[in-house]
């Protein structure tokens, strides 16, 4: 019974920091909606931030799982494609992670050391796929120009979302489907003639 009303007030304090922003939802809140007395949520989690560490390691669990390559083969154009869907399925599942990252991280030095982490290992898989797509002979591309598209991957990637409330978006949902394609347009100027085309109708059908 205890894990079940600990597996609740996670699920709820997600759902409610996703709709209202985690600034705005105190421990209160998060009691009432789940019709329990503030203590009984203190006898689980210490206070707010406990709640998003506990949450930020859901988040840091998913995360590793989607960042999981294609094996021993070389990757090809729909291994990114799908590995971007999984990545960026974990951002809008916690996206108020990435629309708060500053406020959290600043706040939190665990937090900002596991992010750390978090970017490094998004970065080498950035480069170890752009580096297969090479050795494959779909894309050509310099060590500097793979690093540097790396980069570009992850902060387009990690601020995508708040880039897109500043511009007004009102869907995020929407807002992540265009994110996953600004990502894959990274590639394109790298991108065989063949392959370039391939990833043109990909991303038409995608819109469509």
């Known amino acids: 019974m205890a894990r079940d009303t600990r597996q609740r007030i996670l699920d709820t304090s997600l759902a409610m920091f996703n709709e209202q922003g985690q600034a705005n939802v105190t421990t209160n809140h998060i009691a009432d ?3 329990i ?3 009984n949520l203190y006898y689980h989690f210490r206070n707010k931030d406990d709640i998003i560490e506990q949450l930020f390691s859901r988040y840091e669990e998913a995360l590793d799982a989607a960042l999981s390559g294609p094996g021993e083969r070389l990757p090809e154009l729909e291994d990114i494609w799908m590995q971007l869907h999984l990545v960026f399925e974990c951002i809008w599942t916690y996206r108020f992670l990435y629309r708060d990252l500053v406020d959290i991280l600043s706040r939190n030095r665990r937090l900002r050391l596991r992010f750390a982490r978090i970017l490094k290992r998004a970065a080498d898989n950035a480069s170890g796929v752009m580096r297969g797509l090479v050795m494959a002979g779909l894309m050509r591309a310099s060590a ?3 690093e540097g598209t790396a ?3 992850l902060v387009l990637s990690t601020f ?3 880039y897109a409330a500043a ?3 009102n869907d995020e949902h929407s807002a992540i489907r265009q994110g ?3 990502v894959m347009l990274l590639l394109a100027p790298f ?3 063949g392959e370039r085309l391939h990833l043109n109708h990909l991303v038409q059908a995608y819109r469509m």
């Open 33 to 35: 909606e789940l019709g």
């Open 37 to 39: 007395s503030p203590g």
């Open 160 to 162: 995508w979302l708040n």
């Open 191 to 193: 991108l065989r003639d």
């Open 180 to 182: 996953i394609v600004q």
């Open 151 to 153: 980069t570009n991957i």
């Open 144 to 146: 500097d120009e793979i």
């Open 167 to 169: 511009r007004g978006d």
